[in-house]
């Protein structure tokens, strides 16, 4: 087993999302909701409407060489000619329309793979150090411990509907070289009384309120690694906060609850997990060594080869086996030479290819004599292999170039940092090692708090004009035990960033030491606030308007198509846009008259209501239907006083829509508002129905409530019952009947995961019976 394997729902989740994207092409589902089934399918739109971007899952960055061919050619056929690596070791096809979403996704499965997890709230791809299995100072090969782990979480519904996303990360050694510091559950690989585990960390993260991640367990062995994830995840998926996406990550709840009591719920969520026996994983054969190749050994083309070699080119811990790095111009790569790539490698057998969160590209398993034919190949692609190595060290994300949330565009600065290097090649090819991370805003996918040099995209005004503009971060680094973030040391103007960090790799340079982080323990950070200081001035528009455009940028610089996140979606954030919208239009419905201002008091009861019917899994297609349920569900059960009857009814009756009603309407939105927020951060009703009734207080604690919830999709059937059991008491029974197929098979699990007690669960012909006991 080299890639994860696909789960056997895999058939049946691309059919959901076929007619998803059917259901949207003809204006069946809103594009909201549309987004909330896409996302977590890592499929994204891009900045410019009407693209799509696919991101596919490559478990710790492995892929073997006909998968690269296909992605490819997939891309080729429906999106750019480039394929993208990320940080988190996925690859990304940009510019799909969304009808070849669906094409891209069938030919993705016939090679094994998936964009499944890709993005929305989701167990993310699971990150591992790219020289896993090859370096010689780790004490074990990671690799099948992080394969295993995907091929569990991928088959579980839950790792697809977290309150946020989930970040799991793999390193080999002390260096963390993937990061496990900083992630959500990080690992570090170690050896105890002869036994494969690994040093534990957990609620780090990136991007707001960034956090370093917290020793969890100084060992467990490789069986306990599922259960530790596992009681990680249920913790989250229970006690995280659904509410508010801008504080939902696992880091959040770890502050809100606090170390003790963070471990004593996860302690109690582990326990229900048995161990899984990952040690089997290495009884397989993992012998991916080829011996046998059909090739002749060439000789290197031109004398560039030493150089390169010395830059790129390691030995692994397989005497006579070498690595090669090959840095990718900002993590792309055109599908053309990705073919002319994957067709050489195939010689050289299954375990070749991996993906780094530098963005580059590492071979392994090539024996020493054919490192010529490699070179030859390389020189044939467009990369950075002639470059010094300094440019394989640095990160950027794809900031405003096609990031909805993106300020600035920090692969044109990169591009002019590589020009600028090219042009004083001998000066930086033998400069120590330093990390560059740039981010196109505070997000920090571009990982800029870890940069030894670390900057991050703003918007800053100047003589009454916007330009881009970078934050300036010194001395990050990552460790185990070392981890630690940038210090904001000032800012710069984009135009000016890349200039500032020639000077200061000069500097850097002419010391001659053989680490960015000696220099700083050398000279300090003063010296490149120093060096800042020569960089700070910028001109008026007049005097000089380049600094009002952004690199690559022939527009004047703005933020006016910065868009909403696409990085977290699902019904709940479904939920929370329509909130957002209410808020504005109650301001914007003051401003407008006639028919925009009726337009509008329309618009504002139509997402009150869908608004509450979604808190409770509900969805409708006409309007009819929508004042049916709110009917059922909110006035007959008290929750929204009856006295709002007839604005609901408003919806189907414009006659009476007038403008007079505009302060009814208003209070009405402002009661819905009310409702959502008095609801606690996992959406339980904490008022209103939930409040036990004087009946109940003396009657049985046994109650069997009967619903019957077939043809109920998931998560709604899921939602609904969680509405039912907040109605009741500890200890009542509910009944439901479930569909076969998703409903069954999803939702007792669910249900079980909240502390809900399945009593019994039975078939009665097509459908089933679920006897539930309240916790
Ligand atoms: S850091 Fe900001 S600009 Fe860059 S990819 Fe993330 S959200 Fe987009």
Known sequence: MLTYTLPYTIYEDLAKYEKAVDDFLKGRIEPEKFKGIRVPFGIYEQRKSGTYMVRIRLSGGIITPKQLYVIAELADKYGSEKLHVTTRQDIQIHDVVIENTVYISKGLIECGLSSKGGGGNTVRNIVMSVDAGINPLEPYDITPVVVGLTNDLLKEDDSFNLPRKFKITFSNTYEDSACATISDVGFIARIKEGKKGFKVYVGGGLGRKSRIAELLYDFITINEVYQVVNGVKLLFYKYGNRKNRHSARLRFLYNKLGREEFIKLFEREKEKFELKDYEALYKE??????????LKPEEPIDEGFGEWKRNYVKEQKQKGFYTIEIPLKNGDISTEDAKKLAKFLENFGEDVIRFSINQNIHLRNIKGEYLPNVYNIIKQLDTNSDNPRIISDIIACKGADTCQLGICKPRGAVSKIYELISENIELFSALGRIQINISGCPNSCGKHLIGNLG??????????????????????????????FGEKIGEISAKKMPYFVIEVLKDFAESGLASFQDYLNKFGESRIREILKDFEYVPSFEEDNSFYYDWNSDELFNVNDIGPGECSASMFDLVELYLEQLVKYKKKVKEINGKDKLDLLNEMIFKSVKMLLLLKGYDAES???????????????????????????????NQSLTTEREDEILEFVDTVKRFYDELDESLNIVTGIDEPKEKDKVS?????????????????NFVRIKVDLAGMKSGDLLEVYLDDGDPIDNVPRSVAMEGHEIIEQKRIDNYWSVVIRKK
């Open 285 to 294: 054969e993992r012998n991916f060594l080829n011996d046998i190749i059909n």
């Open 455 to 484: 900057f991050f995209g703003k918007a800053k005004r100047n003589d009454g004009y916007l330009y881009p503009a970078y934050n300036v971060l010194v001395g990050g680094k990552v460790e185990d035990g070392g981890t630690k």
């Open 623 to 653: 309007n009819e239907q929508l004042i049916k349920l709110f009917d059922e569900h909110y006035f007959k059960t008290g929750l929204v006083s009856t006295k709002y009857e007839n604005i609901v009814r408003l919806l189907i009756d």
């Open 700 to 716: 049985e604690p046994e109650i069997k409530v009967f619903k019957d919830y077939r043809g109920v999709s998931c998560p709604l």
